[in-house]
């Protein structure tokens, strides 16, 4: 991968409320998209992964999405906790590289 | 807890010098993966390592080296430091680091402050 853009850079939402943050890339190579989320002092822990072959995956109130035509996958947050303010990243690789091209974060506030 | 450990978690250091970074990867994680998390670059890629031998370079400096032991820790070597050098410096690994994509297990970093 080469590029990955990140929207918004901050976010703040009403605990309850959803949450969504965007990417977009430019490879179309790219083939597995995965979210971290990363707390203050901490290393980014991963909290769901897409691949190329899906376009939807979820796991409790947390989401994502692929379009692989326009190069943009999302990452949606729903009934949102303080516990989920951090900052997101999303990242991308392609075939035979296994390195991630991270896009630039996300810092989530969930007010209570 | 990922189960990735790095040391040391922090570093104070002065320019021209030359520092050791230090990760053992999970149990039974072949790949070795070095990042580099600074305020403007965001996190970028350096370099990966599978089961000893180098397999991708990325934006990594001349002035930066690494290597991947028999018992599969990692080390990153970073020298003739400058002010820049000053970030966070993650380690990640993954079962196999080839074929298909795997998720990348990130340890919680060294903080290297040059001054």
């Known amino acids: 991968g080469e590029n990955v853009e990140q929207h918004p850079s901050t976010l703040s939402v009403q605990e309850g409320d959803s949450a969504v943050i965007k990417c977009t890339y430019s490879?179309?190579?790219?083939?597995?998209f995965p979210w971290y989320k990363q707390e203050l002092g901490k290393g980014p822990q991963l909290i769901i992964d897409?691949?190329?072959?899906?376009g939807e995956k979820k796991d409790q109130r947390i989401a994502v999405t692929l379009n692989k035509t326009a190069k943009h996958f999302s990452l949606h947050i729903t009934e949102t906790q303080p516990e989920d303010s951090a900052v997101y990243f999303c990242?991308?690789?392609?075939?035979?590289?296994?390195?991630?091209?991270f896009g630039k974060g996300t810092k989530l506030s969930v007010i209570p | 807890d990922s189960g990735v450990t790095q040391t040391p978690k922090h570093l104070i250091t002065a320019t021209g010098q030359r520092v050791t970074l230090r990760c053992s990867p999970r149990?039974?994680?072949?790949?070795v993966y070095w990042y580099q998390q600074s305020l403007d670059q965001g996190l970028q890629f350096l370099i990966q390592?599978?089961?000893?031998?180098?397999?991708a370079k990325g934006n990594i400096l001349e002035r930066f080296s690494a290597q991947q032991f028999p018992d599969l820790h990692s080390e990153l070597n970073l020298s003739s430091l400058e002010l820049g050098d000053s970030a966070l410096y993650f380690c990640?690994?993954?079962?196999?680091?080839?074929?298909?994509?795997?998720?990348?297990?990130f340890g919680p970093g060294t903080r290297l402050l040059v001054l």
């Open positions: 149990s039974g994680d072949l790949s």
């Open positions: 390592y599978y089961n000893g031998e180098e397999r």
């Open positions: 990242a991308e690789s392609g075939a035979g590289s296994y390195q991630l091209t």
């Open positions: 990640a690994s993954s079962v196999r680091g080839q074929g298909n994509q795997e998720t990348q297990y």
């Open positions: 897409i691949r190329s072959n899906v």
């Open positions: 490879d179309s190579a790219s083939n597995y």
